[in-house]
């Protein structure tokens, strides 16, 4: 097979969670899966993050939006190098092309209530795009892959989508995420001392930023350790805007704003943290999840969508939407010193599950069995 796989952005710098999700399936693929020709599309990047091998092809296609590169410019290589099917891994695809499409459909978030709240241009017209283009793709992919059960059943129920035509793939997470006796100095860059709360917020609402950090401001009156919080992806301005409308300008002394944590930092931040805090309203996966618990770190998560099938039943598991619930597992993890160790073990235990080994020889089953169907 001629297998093409549309990666336009995992050369850029500050890469984010679909880029990673792709670029993890190609190196594995590239271990697996020395029969097959494989042509990687991506945009001109600083981060040349993989390379050239026998039968992997890294295609460099320049066009000068995200639109235009994706329905103009990765049709038209992909069919002038012949490829047989063209898996496109960014919940997006083009409208015009005979070649055989297989979507990775990571969620459906662009098709519910958008919150008025987020003034971000970049987020609100990636969702006005994706609601542009993804019901004009659906009929005519082979295949449609999503990352979870949860997120399966949705797109099913939602969509009309036939279960034979979907197949669901979990993500993995990276090896060297791992607990490391010396955590080195790399979490200094962004905090000045270990033992901190980890929250991976951003602007997007659903990242349940303005709760989470209400919930430390809880967290901070009722504790007699206080610990810091360390935010990574939500600027001063922002957290200071949150801390203001709520009235706990009191916190802003103990919270840390680190911009983005580079990836090869992160195994230190996650080893020096206390406990994560990954409380989104709504996640199709949770890669972040996976990192922190295989770093022996415990981590705070939501008992909605797609997180209790990815952490686990047994894992500290909150309601996203009342601040009080996540205060309260705070304080818990740091007064009872057997819980926290209990889902220490827990998280390293349940993370087995996960490989992107695993998800590439399931990906390439699924082009396999694309191709077989189309012979």
Request: proline share 5%.
């Amino acid at each position: 097979m001629k297998i093409g796989i549309e990666a336009q952005r995992i050369f850029r710098n500050n890469k984010h969670g679909m880029d990673y999700v792709v670029l993890q399936e190609i190196k594995w693929l590239q271990q697996i899966d020395t029969k097959n020709d494989y042509y990687i599309f991506v945009k001109p990047g600083p981060d040349r993050c993989v390379s050239d091998t026998f039968n992997f092809h890294i295609i460099e296609v320049t066009c000068p939006s995200y639109p235009l590169w994706e329905q103009w410019a990765l049709p038209r290589t992909a069919s002038s190098l012949g490829v047989d099917l063209l898996h496109c891994t960014s919940n997006t695809a083009p409208i015009f092309t005979n070649i055989p499409l297989v979507l990775t459909l990571h969620d459906i978030i662009f098709l519910e209530p958008r919150d008025k709240n987020n003034k971000s241009l970049y987020q609100n017209m990636g969702w006005l795009y994706r609601r542009l283009v993804v019901p004009r793709i659906l009929g005519k992919c082979r295949k449609i892959i999503t990352v979870s059960n949860y997120e399966y059943e949705n797109i099913v129920c939602k969509l009309n989508i036939p279960r034979e035509r979907m197949q669901m793939i979990y993500n993995g997470y990276n090896e060297w995420f791992q607990p490391i006796n010396d955590v080195e100095c790399a979490y200094g860059k962004y905090i000045r001392k270990s033992g901190y709360f980890f929250f991976l917020g951003n602007t997007d609402p659903k990242k349940n930023s303005e709760r989470t950090i209400v919930a430390y401001a809880k967290y901070l009156k009722l504790s007699s350790v206080k610990r810091e919080l360390l935010v990574a992806d939500l600027g001063n301005e922002i957290i200071d805007d949150i801390l203001k409308r709520n009235d706990i300008e009191y916190a802003r002394d103990h919270i840390v704003s680190a911009g983005y944590i580079e990836n090869k930092d992160l195994v230190s931040v996650y080893n020096a943290a206390f406990a994560c805090l990954y409380t989104s309203l709504r996640e199709s996966f949770g890669i972040p999840l996976l990192e922190g618990m295989a770093c022996g770190t415990p981590v705070i998560t939501s008992n909605t969508s797609s997180m209790p099938e990815v952490a686990g039943v047994d894992a500290p598991l909150v309601d996203p939407t009342e601040p009080d619930s996540i205060t309260d597992m705070m304080l818990r993890l740091e007064k009872d010193s057997n819980y926290y160790a209990q889902i220490r073990e827990y998280g390293l235990k349940r993370v087995k599950m996960f490989s992107w080994k695993l998800t590439a020889e399931s990906l390439l089953a699924l082009y396999e069995d694309v191709n077989r169907s189309r012979n």
